[in-house]
């Protein structure tokens, strides 16, 4: 799949880097703290299928949660980089889901054990294709999820702890963000369990918007 294809500037699918707790609210929902400085994961290409298309969750493991979240492409190498010049990397924006086995989290969490098993698995990122990043304001993209026609999350980019450009930075300073990866720069509130048979339709401000299946 070339995550790129929309643009048409074809790119190698790269990694998800994935910021937890970014939105406030979205912590206290899961009676976490609210972090000092962003929270990295990664999610690995294997991890990624077409949001457009139908996808499959998890049987047999608890709870999956979504999480609805904008998603940015790179399109040209960030390393120790400066807030001055990430947004200029920035090669399309589009939609993902970063999908969470919830209850395989928190019992890995009381473990003290890393959580990849939770959010990195296979289908674990559905993505939609990604539109120009020309003429959007980063500091008020508004982001919703529909589920089954009710509206489930229903935040913006103004209420996120690290904005756009300072989260790029952080992580470029210990991730070198490559052509083709991929930022998930986190979730509001509202995140909660899918059931097979989900209707989904996530938007992003008046710029995206897709419907999709749970199966």
Not at 1 to 26: D, I, Q, T, W
Not at 55 to 79: N, S
Not at 83 to 94: C, K, P
Request: charged fraction near 20%; hydrophobic fraction near 45%; proline fraction near 8%.
């Amino acid at each position: 799949m070339s995550v790129a294809e929309a643009l048409g500037e074809p790119l190698p699918v790269g990694k998800v880097v994935c910021v937890g707790r970014n939105y406030a609210e979205h912590a206290r929902e899961l009676n976490n703290a609210v972090p000092a400085e962003p929270m990295l994961f990664m999610k690995p290409a294997t991890a990624l299928v077409p949001l457009e298309e139908p996808f499959a969750i998890p049987r047999q493991q608890g709870a999956c949660h979504i999480e609805t979240e904008m998603a940015l492409l790179i399109g040209r190498p960030l390393t120790q980089a400066d807030e001055s010049q990430v947004l200029a990397a920035i090669a399309g924006v589009g939609i993902g889901f970063d999908l969470t086995l919830r209850d395989v989290q928190d019992r890995l969490k009381a473990q003290g054990h890393p959580w990849e098993k939770a959010k990195a698995f296979d289908g674990s990122c559905p993505l939609s294709a990604f539109v120009s990043p020309q003429g959007w304001d980063w500091a008020d993209v508004p982001l919703q999820l529909v589920r089954n026609g009710r509206l489930q999350q229903d935040g913006n980019s103004r209420d996120m702890i690290t904005p756009v450009a300072t989260l790029l930075a952080f992580i470029s300073q210990t991730f070198t963000l490559q052509p083709g990866d991929v930022v998930l720069t986190g979730t509001p509130a509202g995140v909660g369990p899918l059931q097979v048979g989900d209707r989904l339709d996530a938007r992003l401000a008046d710029r995206l918007e897709v419907q999709t299946l749970v199966i």
